[in-house]
DNA sequence: TATTAAATAGTAGTAATACTATCATAATAA
DNA sequence: TTATTATGATAGTATTACTACTATTTAATA
């Protein structure tokens, strides 16, 4: 029940779309589930092909390797920030609170309700909390990005750079703050719940409400704008 | 010729000190050439072992796995900016220079000629900048945390921390900050070299002074202090 | 409804990885 | 000189990351 949304991702991505078919969205569901729970590198499609109830060689016909089915499942993500981030401005014509609704979006995102149901938007979360960096830390960047596999995120950092730009136009850095805050967003978790000492907010259970808080609070101190 | 400083390191990263041996320093050595060129996922202690004319076996006695020596790798490389930091800020007594100096350390730890003769500290440089969150981004993270495997990001992290509440004692996120520099300090190098978008820094060949002079504006805008 | 095409399953095999174990030999220290 | 320690040499195992090929099921179309 309930329509799927389906996004239309880079073809770079797979050999055959996985969210078009019965196999390709199981794949995508129990990857998830199985990333999440044994970590990248001990993710393996073998395990995910018994997990499944299939074979590898059928996983290998939508994905060419794990590292490619890792992009992906991190471009959906942002692909879903991007659509989130874009309904959730809908009506505001502030740009400081469009700031702030960007912020909320993408603190909050996998918090929304519309997601397909063969996708866990809190375990996908988790996965790009921690395995995202590994997804572009590789020799293959220059190729990939080339490509156009990174194109989700630089287009969510140029909506933030088009915000800062609005808001203050003399603010010297705004790609720079723009990566920053997204790789807070993740990393700020990250050590919430691993590294402590490396943060100053809690996270608890799916509030992020401090995340928020911080994200803004740094935004608004570098473009020079007084919080209310 | 010259005096090879060597580092007391947590001894969970080794099963033997790779520092106090012919054979250990040129693993340290060789690895780091060679991590660089493959990047990490493609280096393997098989390649290494012929690299250096040893063995895989002789490897394995002194690093338990390739995490491990990845892991040891960027703990040196931390130890040595701890090192820097400290004998750097010596004789500096205004708190705001001390956090400049601690700054231009951490950004150009890797033209310091005093490192040992088998570290090549610009490519070391270089992978950290691409491999150190796979360091710490594993299932291990909790257990690795608990030995003590990443206390000199740790205490990195606080002795920036311990500046920030020098300069200004009501700034509501000193950790948040310290974490976030320290990263700054690598992925906008990263992305310079090969996400440009994702940034408004250049760095030419080993010339940080963008990344510094951007570190030290976001440091003193968040710390409320009004640059010079 | 029969025919065809597409999707999936099944099986097998290969080169490489990530180790472990054992024994021999060379270097060093007591 | 004798132990001890470090390294080398060789071999072996389970698993990974694939590729190739064939058989069967499912869906689309005539």
Redesign the pocket.
Known sequence: MGVDVQLGLNKGLFH?DPQ?????KKIIESSIILIEDLGF???????LAKE???????I???F????LLLVFLISWYNEWVNYLLEINSRNIFDSISKLETAIDSIADASLDLYTPSYINMQLLHHIVITESTKAYHTKRVDKENQEGLFLPVKILAEKLVALFEEINPDYPYPRLLASTLLEMANSQVFYAQHLKRLTDIEVEKEDYSQLKRAMKHTAFKLLGIEEM
Chains 1, 2 share one sequence.
């Open positions: 055959r078009e078919t019965t196999l390709g590198e001990d993710f393996t499609f073998r395990k499944i109830g299939s074979t590898e060689a059928s290998y016909r939508y060419e390797n794990k590292h």
